[in-house]
């Protein structure tokens, strides 16, 4: 007989279980066959937002691996969407237009900061860790408004895809879509052997009761960074899909209330599960691309939901789900 | 000599309205333990109070005075319906919340004063420079930005140490339970200290608003100054905001007018050009990290949480 | 004479005007169970901390097996086999009794920079957390979440928690807090077991199992020793009357 361990979400129901694997199932499917209703009904504004989906899912995962796994609230993430997306396109001004170059410079470049604003923000905790990360990632925003040469506050323009020789050709956007698409479910993979490998369990614990870890010989500080530098590292490569995706990069993409949209993302699809963090960023684009089609002032609406989902809300979509148990 | 001095006033002018925000930000936290992301919110709307009233009243001291008042009332009113269902929740949820209702007042600013920004203009005795040394003139308005906040805070210090209602906003900051279990209206002070704390944000936004703006979303970028100020001089603690203030208003505005010149020594002049506007704006956060390595817990920790 | 296994050389720790800690010496050989006592605000608690690395001391030094830990942060000393327990139940309470033990051993079998296999498989990890759960009369309850436990419970799971990390040292900081005369008993035959097996320093206030346990007990005063010996010595100690003159003989929980 083996004793090992059971998640704390199998003593849910199996109808609640079934209910929810067929919802997520039922997502990915859908997201799957996209491009053939894209072609079939010449709808091409469709494609374009669910790329932009699954690129910013990308980045939610990498987010909710710190935040909803490792209770790191990081209000810096979008800065790594935009090293990412900057490592891109100062390659590709400076005339180095292989992804082959470019995107492992992303992800070393994001892992690079996170070590660095981890290191100097993880020996702090809560709210300190909160502003912390927030005025890190002003401070790159600052740093690119300030790059005259590549085009500062207006941004700038990239005029060719990564290219990956004759391997695979991103300028075919049903290519690209179904790149990022096998990209995320790669991350939402490493994600879950990560979660329950050892580093995870105390990555996990240490969220649970940092205290305890110590107590019982962890040296925490260099698990939370190392996730911490994954988690960048992640949320680069999604920087190089999204500029990539927009032909354009400029500081905007870096700005803190990106990080909150991403933060957002992250808990609305409820935090500290797998598929939360796709299901969030679906729900909050739609929403979104929904609230500027009803109104001139979406943010009207937005901003009382969000704080109506503060209130309200513990666990988020996927808590309205009954994935997790509440207490 | 004359071009430093005038930098070194503007930092202290800076870091006076810097104070004012971080101190309505830290009690709010001391105290209730709320982090507040629409603070910078309450600024915007402080400014746009008065540029109003201003057209209606003509005045700016009556524009100065009704904002401040129209401040307090807001901070109050939001406090009641919003703010303090967040109390209990984690720091997380205050996050989320309070973004939501930045996005929100950017956005209800929008729609009632339109997305071009104000202007307010400096009342017309201020106009003139003052001589402060002989041979060294600034501009008045900046002069009286910098001792209006100095008085201001005066009064904070006064309120916070000397008075009754000052006696139980530190006592509730070091022991909230308590104080409540003595019998004292918790719900009541909470929303007097979010409302004070607004009024000062409202203040600080009125005062900046004719030498720099009045626009959407002007409250965000100085509220993480603020947030910086904070961390640097400890959270809680309204003295260690005060220094902060200080140190990163100066630091801030000198990095800003002399980096790029000493750059410009130090490194080929394209490199200078490039790096120049982009690392003086780093300079603030270069001393923050620097904090976070020798002192994490600032300078001037609160003595209690 | 064996060279103890731990010494607490003149530790001393302020709080401002309060003195916590007043050049506290005690030394412990192996094998030993130790109990400290003192009425409330004696300085038990700072004790804990010191020993076990969360609070530091303005002199003094504490000595693990003859090294220096005095400036040792709380995870190396885990490692060098000194372990403790909560007096407030400090678990992982989202986990079941198992995996938090578990936790405990994985901190000591080898390193986690392991991301790929999954740990909850893995026997090396939960059969030494079965069997530390087994110690403490636990088994059963290995698959239950620690947040649907009984007060007693979490005790018995904090003991195991220390176990499981394979000490030289238990610190067992009031392991009976909160616990009704049924509970205690199981706790005491639970230490009882223990005696022996390895060295023990129990702070605690209930009485009955102080000195059903102790081979040695000390007494804290105001922060300052005031006694130390074998349980009739301090039986018998006026000093330790004098103390406790006044307070009840507390028998169980406060």
Redesign the interface.
């Known amino acids: 007989m083996t004793a090992s361990f059971d998640p704390p979400l199998d003593h849910a129901p199996v109808s609640r279980l079934t209910g929810r694997t067929a919802f997520i199932a039922l997502m990915l499917a859908l997201l799957a066959l996209l491009p053939v209703y894209t072609t079939l009904s010449g709808d091409a504004f469709v494609m374009t937002l669910f790329t932009r989906v699954l690129i910013l899912a990308i980045g939610a995962v990498s987010l909710n691996l710190i935040m909803g796994y490792g209770g790191m609230v990081s209000f810096g993430h979008a800065a790594y969407l935009g090293i990412g997306g900057y490592a891109v396109g100062i390659l590709a001004k400076e005339g180095i237009g292989s992804g082959f170059v470019q995107w492992p410079v992303a992800i070393a470049v994001s892992a690079l900061y996170a070590l660095v604003v981890g290191a100097l923000s993880l020996r702090t905790r809560g709210v300190y860790f909160i502003m912390i990360t927030l005025a890190f990632a002003q401070m790159i925003y600052y740093v690119a408004i300030g790059l005259e040469r590549y085009g500062g506050d207006d941004g700038l323009t990239i005029y060719q895809r990564s290219g990956f020789s004759n391997l695979i050709d991103l300028n075919n956007k049903t290519v690209f879509y179904y790149l990022c698409f096998v990209l995320l479910l790669a991350s939402i993979y490493l994600v879950s052997r990560l979660i329950n490998s050892r580093f995870g369990l105390v990555i996990r614990g240490t969220r649970s009761n940092e205290r305890r870890m110590r107590a019982i010989g962890f040296p925490t500080f260099r698990y939370k960074l190392i996730c911490f530098v994954i988690a960048g590292a992640l949320c680069g490569l999604a920087g190089a899909l999204l500029a990539n995706h927009t032909s354009f990069i400029s500081p905007a993409l870096m700005h803190w209330t990106r990080s909150g949209d991403l933060i957002i993302m992250v808990v609305l699809g409820g935090l500290g599960s797998l598929f939360g963090p796709l299901i969030g960023t679906v729900a909050f684009l739609l929403l979104e691309e929904a609230l500027s089609r009803v109104t001139e002032y979406p943010d009207l609406i937005l901003g009382p939901v969000l704080l109506l989902v503060a209130i309200y809300l513990h666990g988020g979509i996927e808590g309205l789900l009954q994935w997790r148990r509440h207490d | 000599m004359l071009y430093f001095i005038e930098q070194c006033l503007n930092g202290v002018q800076l870091g006076m309205l810097l104070f004012l925000l971080a101190a309505g930000l830290t009690l709010v ?1 001391g105290i209730m333990d709320l ?1 507040n ?1 629409a603070h910078g919110s309450l600024y915007m709307l402080g400014a746009y109070f008065a540029a109003t009233f201003a057209i209606v009243t003509g005045s700016f001291v009556a524009a100065l005075v009704l904002a401040v008042v129209a401040s307090l009332l807001a901070g109050m009113v939001l406090e009641v319906i ?1 703010i303090r ?2 109390y209990r ?1 984690s ?7 309070t ?10 600013v ?2 009632i004063w339109g997305p071009a920004g104000m202007t307010l203009p400096l009342p017309p005795q201020m106009l003139s420079a003052v001589e402060i040394i002989p041979g060294i003139y600034y501009p008045m308005y900046r002069l009286v930005i910098i001792l209006a906040t100095l008085a201001v805070a005066a009064l904070l210090y006064v309120v916070v140490m000397r008075t009754r209602i000052g006696m139980l906003i530190r006592a509730g900051a070091a022991n909230r339970e308590m104080v409540a279990a003595l019998g004292v209206n918790i719900n009541l002070l909470y929303t007097l200290v979010f409302g004070l704390g607004a009024a000062l944000a409202g203040f600080a936004g009125v005062m900046q608003a004719p030498i720099l703006t009045v626009q959407i979303g002007m409250g ?2 100085i509220l ?1 100054l603020a ?2 100020v ?2 640097i001089g400890g ?1 809680g603690s309204i003295r260690g905001a005060f220094v902060a203030s200080l140190i990163v208003g100066l630091i801030d505005t000198l990095g800003r007018a002399f980096l790029p010149d000493m750059l410009h020594l130090a490194l080929s002049t394209n490199a200078a ?10 300079s603030i ?1 270069m001393l ?2 620097a904090v ?2 020798f002192r ?1 817990e600032g300078l001037f920790p609160a003595a209690s949480r | 004479m064996t060279s103890p296994l731990l010494q607490i050389d003149r530790l001393t720790k302020r709080f401002g005007g309060v003195v916590a800690a007043d050049a506290i010496t005690l030394d412990i050989p192996p094998g030993e169970f130790h109990a400290v006592i003192g009425p409330n605000g004696a300085g038990k608690t700072t004790l804990v901390g010191l020993l076990a690395g969360e609070v530091a001391p303005q002199e003094g030094a504490i000595r693990f097996e003859r090294s220096d830990i005095t400036r040792l942060p709380v995870y190396r000393r885990s490692r060098l086999g000194l372990a403790r327990s909560f007096q407030i139940s400090s678990l992982f309470s989202d986990f079941t009794a198992l995996e938090n033990v578990a936790l405990a051993t994985q901190a000591h079998r080898g390193h986690s920079f392991r991301f790929w296999r999954d740990a909850r498989r893995e026997a090396a990890l939960h059969k030494p957390a079965q069997a530390a759960l087994a110690r403490v009369g636990l088994a059963a309850r290995a698959q239950v979440r620690v947040d649907r436990m009984s007060h007693g419970e979490r005790r018995q799971l904090e003991i195991a928690m220390a176990l499981a990390t394979t000490p030289r040292l238990v610190l067992l900081d009031e392991p009976m807090a909160g616990m009704g005369p049924e509970e205690s008993a199981q706790m005491v035959a639970t230490l009882r077991q223990l005696k022996g097996a390895m060295t023990i320093l129990l702070i605690e206030h209930d009485m009955d199992a102080v000195f059903a346990l102790a081979d040695r007990i000390t007494v804290l005063v105001y922060g300052r020793v005031i006694a130390s010996g074998r349980p009739a010595e301090i039986k018998a100690d006026a000093a330790v009357r004098q103390a406790y003159l006044g307070e009840k003989e507390s028998t169980g929980h406060d």
């Open positions: 936290f982090v992301l919003a269902r967040l929740r720091h997380l949820d205050h996050v989320l919340g973004f939501g209702l930045l996005l929100f007042f950017n956005e209800l929008r729609l965000e970028n993480i947030f910086v904070i961390i959270i050009a490039t790096l120049g506007p982009a690392l003086s704006s780093m956060y923050m990290a976070l390595i994490p």
